[in-house]
């Protein structure tokens, strides 16, 4: 995860603070904030706004626009505005927090219909949209100035306003968990504030004195007058994990700033922005443990500046907008560090931050090879990242931040990577990346299809193998039911003519599936001659005889294959090269059930030129003389392509001949039985 910008912890005694004090007419840095994105609908008629960060990419925003209270969620601002139930007219001050558990509580105030005054009201929910509004001041007189507050690991939400009794003093009011309101002072323009401890930090102003308590078990403490003899107002107080209380307000036009705790005393008064920088709305932010900013507006541009263990960091301009002036501003401090502000221009609202925008980037190992090939994407992208989709160019794809994923076919994979990250997103395609090769150590079945009632169709099991073998085991499932198996051969196989010393089938009956295991080795007993399994490819190492029912349904699907192992000990299928195992890629094979026709088609034999329903020399010398001395043509053209290429050539009389004299793989299926051509060609039909 990207490291926020500001990552100094202003965690430290105030007379550490006092060692800096800003001047009018500081630096304005670069615009520092991502580009702006509109909020409101764009009517001209947002007249107030809030925010919370919950997360750096769940972001709430609550805003009055037409004189009805709205709430819609970014960084996308793009699901669609809600409007709150039953929100009494002239809505102003509204704001927002988001609990842990998703609950959300909106605090405003409008006028009340009963009282024609304006009242402070409540929307809260535990989770989805708020319910009806809460009255919580509950009175007769005019209530201004809510603020809201609460911490997301403590239970408890308060809120402090101001209230007018008409000719009397103003009184500061306190609600706590979100019950009618009680006065707790006389005062003006509150702001509340909880410590990690869930203690309760008020401040507030009466008669040109800025007034600090803090509460815990329900009793505020007495009064400590941290400021007086000037004109204070717009009073913020935030609370650090270590307990140190943060105030920040103008005075006499000056923006001013003080820490401290009612045990230690507050420090001096330090001077962010000067009376000649004309500040306005300033707001302080704390999220622990990143340190505190300060923003507000000045010459109608939205600045920002940042605690450190000196002072304050020079002055940014978060906007740049020459000749228009933002106003109505809002920010929150998200928990990773970074910064959302929303501001309203021409009366729309706009919202903005300072997330590192993704940079999608990624790297692989490795990147070729046999399948099936496992690869490790390792996501590199710069930026801030929260939502990764990867496409693997095989159809696949995930949504973790860096995936291990397994190329089980041949073929050149382009891979892409999406990201997102607040509202931003960012792309990285690699065109032809990987390159995957067919396997060269493989044991299949092919898929074929059989009639209803063909007997003794013999389905063959195939391998590809690059090295010389001493031996081989196979484990062999099917779904029963539909084909029964009568015998498993090595007749008629690669290992015809080698004769293995050692050779041990089993077979068992499961209540869905059946299995067989084989054991083979050529060369087990001296004197050992070291005779071996030569390398090729769809070489049969065995043939598996079934026979299909007159009753099995048109179109049923029997997968027939090889399995990871089965038997106890465990059998899996393994090739043995040189004393060691090598474990083969298996793929299954799919006996589908055809519907027999009337007259049926034509069953035949691979290899049998001649229809004398054998294979023998006599095939090759017929096959020869058609291909070279004009002899008559084959009348099963799929019988003479005994390697099934779809082609007739030169090579199917060498493969008999292979076959017959010098220990050659036999031929394609059909064979040793008679079956139907399991691939299409344009040979035609027989």
Request: proline share 8%; with cysteine; charged share 15%.
């Amino acid at each position: 995860m990207p490291t926020p910008a500001h990552s100094s912890i202003l965690a430290l005694p105030y007379v550490v603070l006092m060692l800096f004090f800003a001047s009018p007419g500081l630096l304005w840095s670069q615009n520092v904030m991502n580009p702006e994105k509109l909020v409101s609908s764009g009517s001209g008629m947002t007249s107030d706004s809030d925010l919370h960060a919950f997360e750096t990419d769940l972001i709430t925003s609550v805003f009055v626009e037409n004189g009805q209270v709205k709430l819609t969620q970014g960084p996308w601002f793009d699901a669609g505005v809600v409007l709150l139930p039953s929100v009494e007219p002239e809505p102003e001050d509204v704001q927002v927090e988001v609990t842990s558990s998703g609950g959300l509580t909106i605090v405003y105030r409008a006028i009340d219909l009963q009282t024609m005054e304006p009242e402070i009201f409540v929307h809260s929910s535990l989770g989805g949209l708020p319910t009806n509004s809460v009255n919580l001041s509950s009175n007769d007189f005019a209530d201004i100035s809510p603020k809201l507050t609460f911490r997301r690991d403590l239970a408890g939400r308060f809120v402090a306003w101001e209230v007018a009794d008409g000719g009397g003093p103003p009184q500061v009011m306190l609600s706590s968990n979100l019950q009618t309101g009680v006065t707790v002072a006389e005062g003006e323009a509150p702001a509340i504030a909880l410590g990690s401890d869930g203690s309760v930090h008020l401040s507030y102003i009466r008669l040109g004195e800025l007034i600090y308590r803090v509460g815990s078990s329900g009793t505020l403490s007495p009064e400590m007058t941290i400021d007086t003899g000037a004109s204070i107002s717009d009073l913020q107080i935030e609370v650090g994990d270590d307990g140190v209380v943060h105030l920040l307000y103008l005075r006499s036009g000056e923006l001013v700033y003080r820490n401290g705790s009612s045990s230690s005393g507050f420090g001096p008064t330090m001077v962010v922005v000067g009376a000649s920088g004309a500040a306005t709305e300033p707001l302080a932010l704390l999220q622990s443990p990143f340190p505190l900013s300060v923003l507000y507006l000045r010459e109608g541009e939205v600045m920002r500046r940042v605690a450190s263990a000196t002072g304050f960091l020079p002055e940014e301009a978060l906007t740049a907008t020459p000749g228009i002036n933002e106003s109505g501003l809002a920010a929150s401090i998200d928990p990773l560090g970074f910064l959302h502000v929303q501001y309203l221009r021409n009366q729309d609202l706009y919202y903005a931050n300072d997330v590192p925008a993704p940079v999608a980037a990624f790297s692989v190992s490795p990147d070729a090879g046999e399948a099936p090939l496992e690869v490790q994407f390792t996501d590199e992208s710069a930026g801030y990242v929260s939502a990764w989709l990867w496409d693997f160019g095989d159809g696949h794809q995930s949504i973790a931040s860096s995936p291990l994923h397994v190329y089980s076919t041949a073929g050149t994979f382009t891979v892409s990577l999406l990201v997102y990250g607040a509202g931003e997103s960012d792309d990285w395609v690699e065109v032809g990346l990987i390159e995957v090769e067919e396997p060269s150590n493989r044991i299949w079945v092919p898929d074929v299809g059989v009639l209803q009632g063909q007997p003794g169709f013999q389905l063959p099991v195939l391998a590809d193998h690059d090295q010389e073998l001493q031996g081989y085991q196979l484990a062999i499932g099917w779904d029963v039911g539909q084909i029964e198996l009568q015998e498993a051969l090595l007749t008629n196989t690669i290992v015809s003519s080698i004769t293995p010393e050692f050779v041990s089938f089993s077979f068992f009956d499961e209540q869905d599936r059946s299995y067989l295991t084989l054991g083979l080795v050529v060369d087990i007993q001296p004197p050992f001659d070291g005779r071996t399994v030569p390398p090729g490819s769809a070489q049969r190492l065995l043939n598996l005889a079934f026979d299909v029912p007159s009753s099995a349904p048109p179109g049923l699907e029997i997968e027939v294959g090889p399995v990871t192992s089965y038997g106890s000990p465990p059998i899996s299928n393994v090739f043995t090269v040189s004393g060691l195992s090598v474990i083969p890629v298996i793929d299954s094979g799919i006996v589908t059930i055809l519907v027999m026709t009337f007259p049926p088609p034509f069953l035949f034999l691979r290899g049998d030129v001649d229809l004398s329903f054998s294979l023998n020399l006599t095939d090759c010398i017929a096959l020869l003389g058609f291909l070279f001395n004009g002899g008559a043509a084959p009348v099963c053209y799929d019988a003479a392509d005994l390697n099934d290429s779809g082609a007739i050539d030169v090579s199917d009389p060498i493969y008999i001949l292979n076959f017959l004299f010098i220990g050659g793989n036999p031929p394609a299926y059909p064979f040793p039985g008679s079956g139907l051509d399991p691939t299409p060609d344009d040979l035609g039909d027989c």
